[in-house]
């Protein structure tokens, strides 16, 4: 019966340092990521042309480089493949400056792009091709708009913008 005692508390005392062991290396390794998203909800999946999402985030740290994604939700009846937005951003002080983007969200050999569940599938675009760097710190401003022929273009969920800063290396 000794025998058997000393067995078990070896056992849980084994246990036990498994697991804070554990728990000291996952906590050890988390790493805290700077992220800004905010998604905006497309009325009734009908995305009118004068319908803007926008918002603004703000930019403390500018030697740091961000990365910039445009954040697009649709379902699995979006008939195109692309879609062509109007994204404008407005740094502080400054006017709105706007681009057109020509977002590719899937092809007919492939399917879809991005993440998908039953039929609603979520795409995450990096903008401008590389992470860049904001001269001024501050507000910053946005807004995307679709500019497609269809008005309104349906099948769209929401659309937003993700801000990811990076290591400045």
């Known amino acids: 019966m000794k025998f058997v ?6 056992k849980n005392t084994i246990l036990r340092l498994a697991i804070i062991t554990g728990v000291m290396l996952f906590m050890s390794s988390c790493k805290q990521i700077d992220v800004f998203e905010k998604n905006t909800v497309i009325p009734g999946y009908e995305w009118k042309s004068d319908f803007s999402v926008s918002g603004s985030f703000i930019i403390k740290d500018t030697l740091s480089p961000y990365s910039i ?3 697009l939700r649709h379902t699995d009846a979006y008939k195109y493949n692309n879609i062509w937005l109007n994204i404008g951003l407005q740094p502080p002080g400054d006017s709105l400056s706007n681009q057109k983007v020509d977002i590719q969200l899937g092809d007919d050999a492939n399917g879809w792009e991005g993440t998908g569940m039953n039929d609603i599938w979520e795409l995450r675009k990096l903008l401008n091709g590389e992470p860049r760097r904001f001269k001024k710190p501050g507000e910053y401003r946005f807004t995307i708009s679709q500019i497609m022929r269809d008005d309104p273009l349906l099948n769209v969920m929401s659309a937003g913008i993700r801000i990811e800063k990076r290591d400045p290396r």
Do not use: A, H, S
Request: glycine content about 12%; hydrophobic content about 55%; charged content about 20%.
């Open 5 to 10: 005692k000393m067995i078990m508390g070896r």
């Open 69 to 71: 994604y445009l954040v």
